[in-house]
């Protein structure tokens, strides 16, 4: 049964499609909450004013010498949240000459939010010590498999009901040196490249947390995966801003929902990272009723799905969404060795523009497992609706086999340019209409495509691409 956050103002269902769906009426959401609307900052029961100071986006220089490392405020903000009544919130403050804080790893407890404040940025600590899971397992490349040799910088663990606030900022700090080492946080991600895996902090992971809040926050440089979300139900994203570099900052996830999750929504957000802008990663247990609405994408890896899609992926729903200068637009990616059944997925007003890869579903997904394995993935009642595409580049539908394919209908796709395109088609069935579809598939090895393209009258997407606010 779903337990309402304390967070989210819930309102009649009729109210809520009108205010928060009524631009794109013909879009079912599929989070199956009965209704999720924009959150509100909690009571305090705490205000900590910050002892530290940064000046453009950074520690001021006192700050960033070893030793100080030791001004850590994470037993002061761990202490506040524990004996924090539940229903209530711990503020981070500026004060009149301090505006940050440094911390190790943090612990959110059951229906406690966390509200960084305005001007105030908490920053992760350097020292992959404070990290480690076991002694010397964070801030290395490792060539064992075991489990991740690092603890995120805030876990959301069986805390029903919490979540992190507030007009401020979260940097994870993954391009500066670690403490003692001549490397980042990224530069292990790079080193990882040639075999291994990077060990190193995530920035948010919450697992067994129903009905978890990110509200208007602000995420920038994790040395991983921004926030990760697993084995909940209920999760809501609304109004935050993920920023952290194109390149140099591999696997970057901004918000990757997975493994046993369900009744999510991201909704009036702006993210640009240095890998997927969203990955709903569907491992064990799989993912289910999600809605993603209303958001700017810009640079990353696109909107994606995958590549575990073993746990099955369904219900999903994409609407009200520019994609503006990532690798990859629309993208569902799996291979072998960890795909299964993605169905019932539908993306609808989606502006995409220059975009080497403005649509891509790939069964050989590359950079994860092997290829060829038992468990193959297939892609059946996609829908592609009012989607416009501008400044050249490639469409993939690339099936797995003659058993395991992709179903996909493209209801008014179009070209809005004179842009170059090229087209890959294998194992794929598709199916033009009704809306006008203008792209011209060429005959794909196995593979079907029914109705002929034609040219239609697609709605402008000059409204969509909003700049990134800075």
Partial sequence: MFRRSPFLRVASLGLVFGLVFGAVRHVAAQDTRPAVVEPFFPQLCKTLDAQL??????????TLAPIDEQKLDTARIQKAIDRCGKGRAVMLHVNETDNAFLSGP??????????VDRGVTLFASRDPSLFAVSPGSCGIVSHSPGPRGCKPLISVDHALGSAIMGDGVIDGRGGEKMLGSQYSWWDLAEQARAGGGQQVPRLIVADSSDNFTLY???LKNSPNFHVVYNHGDGFTVWGIRIDTPQRLARNTD?????????NITITHSYIRTGDDNVAIK???GGVTNM??????????????????TNGGVSKIRVFDLSLDGPDNGIRIKSN????GLTQDVVYDDVCIRNSPN???FDTGYTAAGTLQGNSPPSMRDITLKNIRISGGGKFTFNGYAKNYRIAATLDGVQITDEGAYTYELNHADLTLGPGATNLHFPAGEDSTVEGNPSEGNPASCADKFAPFPE
């Fill in 53 to 62: 100071h940064s000046v453009d986006s950074a520690l001021a220089p006192a």
């Fill in 106 to 115: 943090l612990e959110l407890r059951p229906e406690v939010t966390l509200i």
């Fill in 216 to 218: 208007r926050i602000t």
């Fill in 254 to 262: 901004g918000i990757d929902p997975g493994n046993g999750s369900k």
């Fill in 282 to 284: 569907g491992g064990p």
């Fill in 291 to 308: 809605t993603v609405s209303h958001n700017h994408f810009y640079w990353g890896h696109g909107m994606s799905i995958g590549s575990e």
């Fill in 336 to 339: 072998g060795s960890r795909g």
């Fill in 358 to 360: 403005p649509i891509t």
